[in-house]
């Protein structure tokens, strides 16, 4: 069996981060919606775009954000974002370092695909 990781694209979207400062975050902000601690493997993405509000992604799910990297879809963003994605990130200076850019997302899928044996060929 050979693993193939498949790359859907979700489409070019908004890039922000945020820190655990009380005013990015709710009454809890050094842990995600999930109940993790945040950490830089993870993003929160906009409501719309998981599977409850007719998105394509669920916690948990991998994704590679152009430019960021991959990273593990652990928090959601408050009910005003739309088509955004949210990178944690430890210090301000890397925050003012983000900014607000747009990228392409994608969401990765493994997929076990049977290799072919001489005798198949």
Same mark, same amino acid.
């Given at each position: ?17 945020? %820190? ?5 975050? #709710? ?10 601690? !945040? ?7 906009? %409501? #719309? ?21 991959? /990273?593990?879809?652990? #928090? ?9 994605? #949210?990178? &944690?990130?430890?210090?301000? /200076?890397?925050? *003012?370092?983000?900014? !607000? *850019?747009?990228?392409?997302? &994608? ?15």
């Amino acid at each position: 069996m050979n693993l193939i990781m498949a790359a859907i694209l979700i489409g070019n979207l908004q890039v922000t981060s945020y %820190r655990s400062v009380p005013n990015q975050t #709710d009454d809890s902000p050094n842990y995600t919606s999930i109940g993790e601690h !945040v950490n830089n493997h993870g993003v929160a993405v906009s %409501r #719309d775009l998981l599977k409850r509000g007719g998105g394509p992604l669920n916690y948990g799910d991998l994704v590679y954000i152009e430019g960021f990297g991959f /990273k593990f879809v652990n #928090d959601c963003m408050g009910a005003q974002n739309k088509q955004a994605v #949210d990178i &944690w990130v430890g210090s301000y /200076k890397e925050e *003012k370092k983000i900014g !607000v *850019k747009h990228g392409k997302v &994608w969401l990765i899928v493994p997929t076990l695909r049977e290799e072919k044996t001489n005798e198949a060929r």
